[in-house]
């Protein structure tokens, strides 16, 4: 457990204000993201069969929440989902999406291996979208083009909180800033990947890390774990801002245009999963059976606590602290639902 205690911290809306701007925020911006990415609505699932291969393994060491139910097969685990990231790609086949159309959903999680701090929680909330896009698409332009207008949508809703609470939004820079993994390595090679982040997110004040997950050149280590088998490490990213109230990055998105079958076998067999290629979805893309897509989580508390200027995650969202995070954070005026 970690925790940031900024000095002469005041909330500026109750608890309950603070409730109607989450709301506002959380509604509205998905409609400006369904307009601007052509999303459609769709009602996602809580848990996944283990056997399908849905669940995101995350960097393969988190424990997914897991049951049996009483009128399923004994042996048919039953996991709460990490992400969406599968599962949507499967949806957009499923449900007869065309070209160029996409979805979105409320995603709820459970990570129960998270180190929780300001930024991190149990309890994870996200808007899941994916989109159909050409094979020739499968370039950096579109990586780009999709961010800026992620980045459109985020200034858009900030501008609409501004002017409902003016003294309690948090001003955004004007543009994104885009940087590639090894670009960070080779400009300051003596940090960590985080010391890297903080760097030139302080720098540009909004940016976009590009291709995380392969070995970079002088560590020969990745800039950060990502699964093998739904981003291509070589066309995904996350997009970070400077967050002056606590003199730190925060991550809000993390996407990326998804693997194509020739990308996921080498993935798979760089990361020595290539087992999972026996798995239902994993069949499914190697045989060419899924669309081409990109797609990515946006972190919904995440979001308001950015726009609101909150100093803790659980200001904005309902779930379980250590007692002694509590208490730390009472005591420095931080509204713990």
């Not at 449900?95 to 930024?119: C, K, P, Q, S, V």
């Not at 302080?202 to 590009?210: H, N, R």
């Not at 998105?253 to 079958?261: A, L, Q, Y």
């Amino acid at each position: 457990m970690s925790l940031i205690l900024p000095e002469d911290y005041q909330p500026t809306l109750t608890i309950r204000d603070t409730e109607a701007a989450i709301v506002f925020i959380r509604e509205r911006f998905q409609e400006i993201l369904g307009q601007k990415l052509n999303l459609q609505r769709m009602s996602a699932p809580l848990f996944v069969e283990k056997s399908t291969g849905l669940n995101d393994n995350l960097n393969g060491v988190e424990r997914p929440v897991a049951f049996d139910a009483k009128d399923l097969p004994e042996d048919d685990t039953i996991e709460i989902v990490h992400s969406l990231a599968k599962w949507k790609r499967l949806a957009l086949k499923k449900y007869g999406f065309g070209m160029h159309e996409g979805l979105y959903t409320n995603m709820n999680a459970i990570r129960r291996d998270e180190d929780l701090d300001n930024f991190h929680s149990i309890y994870v909330d996200q808007w899941d979208w994916e989109k159909i896009i050409a094979k020739k698409e499968r370039t950096e332009d579109t990586l780009k083009e999709t961010v800026t207008k992620i980045f459109a949508a985020i200034k858009q809703i900030e501008a609409e909180c501004a002017a409902r609470y003016p003294a309690s939004t948090y001003r955004l820079p004007e543009k994104v800033h885009f940087v590639t993994t090894q670009e960070l390595e080779d400009t300051w090679p003596d940090l960590s990947p985080e010391e890297r982040e903080d760097k030139i997110a302080q720098k540009e004040k909004a940016v976009f890390i590009m291709k995380i997950g392969d070995k970079l050149k002088r560590s020969g280590e990745p800039h950060d774990g990502r699964a093998p088998d739904y981003d291509d490490w070589q066309l995904n990213g996350d997009l970070i801002f400077w967050y002056e109230p606590l003199d730190q990055k925060i991550e809000i998105s993390s996407m990326g245009i998804r693997v194509s079958p020739e990308s996921l076998h080498e993935q798979l067999k760089k990361a020595d999963c290539l087992d999972r290629e026996k798995l239902a979805f994993h069949k499914m893309l190697l045989d060419g059976k899924l669309p081409y897509t990109i797609g990515g989580g946006i972190g919904q508390s995440r979001l308001c606590m950015l726009l609101l200027a909150k100093a803790h995650i659980g200001e904005v969202q309902a779930s379980v602290w250590p007692q002694e995070m509590i208490e730390q954070c009472q005591k420095h005026q931080m509204q713990i639902l």
